[in-house]
């Protein structure tokens, strides 16, 4: 158990609709990091957080936005979804947003857009 | 741009056996790297990492090996168990920078043969 929590598991929804994903990061970790997994991909990063502030950004689509709250969890929005949005969406945290401190993940969640 | 690639899509190797996993990265500012192990339906998992400075760096059964001169490393796993099978990701970061994101390869998967 990484400690970093993840809801929901699975969810799956219609095209044009929009959804958020949570993440509560590791005790103590200030910082929380969105990536996405696509079919036979290789996790890609999106967006980074760090104590409530926009630390560093990926290849994260207009149509997508998250934010840290000063409990320091986080929520990732997606709005208008495609089918291609289709992925596992996986956050990770970090003692601090720099340095050489490996990432922790959670266990995913699987969006299905259909 | 596929900066960290991993070029073994798959790998199998008998139970006992040296499992290698081969990675390689283009961009010269990575100074931070990091192999994770990932199971079905579960989050990646660290396992080891490796700073710029070193060449090599152990723990247990697993081994990793930088060449910076050839932008290359490699996993080592002796010797291999079952329960090592799972998909290996390789990853990197520079830690000069204001971030500790990662970016990582596609991944290899290691299928360990009693």
């Known amino acids: 158990d990484s400690g970093v929590t993840q809801t929901p598991k699975h969810l799956i929804t219609a095209t044009g609709q929009r959804v958020t994903l949570r993440c509560s990061p590791r005790s103590g970790d200030l910082s929380v990091y969105w990536y996405q997994q696509s079919l036979d991909q290789g996790l890609q990063f999106l967006i980074q957080y760090y104590n409530g502030e926009e630390r560093a950004k990926g290849n994260i689509l207009e149509r997508f936005s998250a934010q840290q709250f000063p409990d320091l969890h986080s929520e990732l929005n997606l709005s208008s979804l495609e089918l291609g949005d289709s992925a596992l969406y996986f956050c990770?945290?970090?003692?601090?947003?720099?340095?050489?401190?490996?990432?922790?993940f959670g266990n995913g969640t699987r969006l299905t857009v259909t | 741009d596929q900066q960290v690639k991993q070029n073994s899509p798959s790998l199998s190797v008998q139970e006992g056996r040296i499992s290698i996993l081969n990675c390689d990265y283009t961009n010269s500012m990575f100074d931070y790297f990091l192999w994770y192990k990932k199971y079905p339906a579960e989050g990646p998992t660290f396992l080891i990492s490796i700073s710029s400075i070193k060449d090599k760096n152990e723990d247990g059964r697993f081994t990793v090996f930088l060449n910076k001169s050839a932008k290359h490393l490699s996993l080592h796993i002796v010797p291999s168990q079952p329960g090592d099978s799972a998909v290996y990701f390789c990853a990197a970061s520079a830690i000069g920078g204001a971030t500790n994101k990662l970016i990582f390869g596609t991944g290899t998967l290691l299928a360990v043969q009693p």
């Open positions: 990770a945290s970090s003692v601090n947003g720099a340095g050489n401190s490996p990432l922790h």
